[in-house]
């Protein structure tokens, strides 16, 4: 159903992600730069159609589920329809509205519920109530000293037998001496600073396997950036891009690179994602284990 190329890398399969997997089928998506909300949810449908599914881990039929740090509801609304038998908790630290989202479905799932908390505060939940609990695409928001205690907190709501699922976003994979590979070398000095690791994604497997759980497993996703990618590898473009202007002055007020080598080394960039011919690739880490 899904074309791509793929290898196999000890101990995680990697699946490079074409253009004509992405094409094949799919409504035309807005770059996802409007607003928060559509970059979040253009994230998950891309991953959804590279995967089949809404998860890694090898899930039989759990009957309470968590997500912590669910941002818009999707990932949740769509679980609690494919699990009918589980009950969903979301959990965000921001309000979580999934009205307008619900509308559209009939009948509406009902096996599901939103909370507002802090997951760097401690989740609002006894030990053991969950049999699987899913996070994603928090590292922007996670300090890396946080990582193990934002783990064991989460294994903490996880019954034995349970799974632990994490998903996040890695450095991109360039040529060498690519303006991209500069680029983001400048906003993880940036992010650093800010006790930030943006390349926390590519050790998610490790923590989890250094969190005690067993059978732990991974997969890794990549996804075009740049024109080469088609209209979706454009709006993958387009977001990373966007991510660069809004990174553009605290590069330079911390004198990481000075004003005119950044924005030279930004119009570099541009000309990269605008060649057809090859280009980088944004890769997401997903990582399971299950508690002992």
Same mark, same amino acid.
């Given at each position: &159903?899904?074309?791509?190329?793929?290898?196999? @890398?000890?101990?995680?399969?990697?699946?490079?992600?074409?253009?004509?997997?992405?094409?094949?089928?799919?409504?035309?998506?807005?770059?996802?730069? $409007?607003?928060?909300?559509?970059?979040?949810?253009?994230?998950?449908? &891309?991953?959804?159609?590279?995967?089949?599914?809404?998860?890694?881990?090898?899930?039989?039929?759990?009957?309470?589920?968590?997500?912590?740090?669910?941002?818009?509801?999707?990932?949740?609304?769509? +679980?609690? &329809?494919?699990?009918? /038998?589980?009950?969903?908790?979301?959990?965000?630290?921001?309000?979580?509205?999934?009205?307008?989202?619900?509308? /559209?479905?009939?009948?509406?799932?009902?096996?599901?519920?939103?909370?507002?908390?802090?997951?760097?505060?401690?989740?609002?939940?006894?030990?053991?109530?969950?049999?699987?609990?899913?996070?994603?695409?928090?590292s922007a928001a996670?300090?890396?000293?946080?990582?193990?205690?934002?783990?064991?907190?989460?294994?903490?709501?996880?019954?034995?037998?349970?799974?632990? @699922?994490?998903?996040?976003?890695?450095?991109?994979? %360039?040529?060498?001496?690519? $303006?991209? @590979?500069?680029?983001?070398?400048?906003?993880?000095?940036?992010?650093?600073?800010?006790?930030?690791?943006?390349? $926390?994604?590519?050790?998610?497997q490790d923590r989890?396997?250094? $969190?005690?759980?067993?059978?732990?497993?991974?997969?890794?996703?990549?996804?075009?950036?740049?024109?080469?990618?088609?209209?979706?590898?454009?709006?993958?473009?387009?977001?990373?891009?966007?991510?660069?202007?809004?990174?553009?002055?605290?590069?330079?007020?911390?004198?990481? +690179?000075?004003?005119?080598?950044?924005?030279?080394?930004? /119009?570099? %960039?541009?000309?990269?994602?605008?060649?057809?011919?090859?280009?980088?690739?944004?890769?997401?880490?997903?990582?399971?284990?299950?508690?002992?």
């Amino acid at each position: &159903m899904f074309r791509w190329l793929s290898r196999r @890398e000890n101990p995680s399969a990697t699946l490079r992600v074409t253009a004509q997997t992405l094409e094949q089928g799919a409504p035309y998506i807005l770059p996802p730069t $409007a607003a928060e909300e559509n970059r979040l949810d253009f994230q998950h449908q &891309m991953l959804y159609r590279a995967l089949g599914r809404n998860y890694g881990a090898p899930l039989r039929q759990p009957q309470k589920i968590l997500d912590v740090g669910c941002g818009t509801g999707r990932w949740v609304v769509e +679980m609690a &329809m494919q699990f009918p /038998q589980a009950n969903l908790t979301g959990i965000d630290i921001t309000p979580v509205n999934v009205t307008a989202l619900l509308a /559209q479905i009939t009948p509406p799932p009902d096996n599901l519920v939103f909370i507002q908390g802090d997951i760097l505060q401690g989740l609002p939940f006894a030990p053991a109530s969950f049999d699987y609990v899913h996070q994603r695409f928090l590292s922007a928001a996670l300090p890396e000293g946080q990582w193990p205690r934002v783990i064991q907190e989460i294994v903490r709501v996880v019954h034995p037998g349970g799974w632990v @699922e994490l998903g996040e976003f890695g450095p991109p994979v %360039t040529q060498p001496g690519a $303006a991209l @590979e500069k680029l983001w070398d400048t906003w993880g000095q940036l992010s650093q600073q800010r006790g930030i690791n943006l390349n $926390a994604g590519s050790r998610i497997q490790d923590r989890l396997a250094g $969190a005690g759980l067993g059978n732990v497993g991974g997969q890794s996703v990549q996804f075009p950036l740049g024109d080469h990618g088609g209209r979706f590898g454009h709006a993958f473009g387009a977001d990373l891009l966007a991510l660069g202007r809004s990174l553009r002055l605290g590069v330079i007020k911390q004198a990481i +690179m000075p004003e005119a080598e950044y924005d030279a080394l930004y /119009q570099r %960039t541009q000309a990269e994602f605008a060649d057809t011919r090859a280009g980088a690739y944004q890769p997401i880490y997903l990582a399971w284990g299950q508690k002992r």
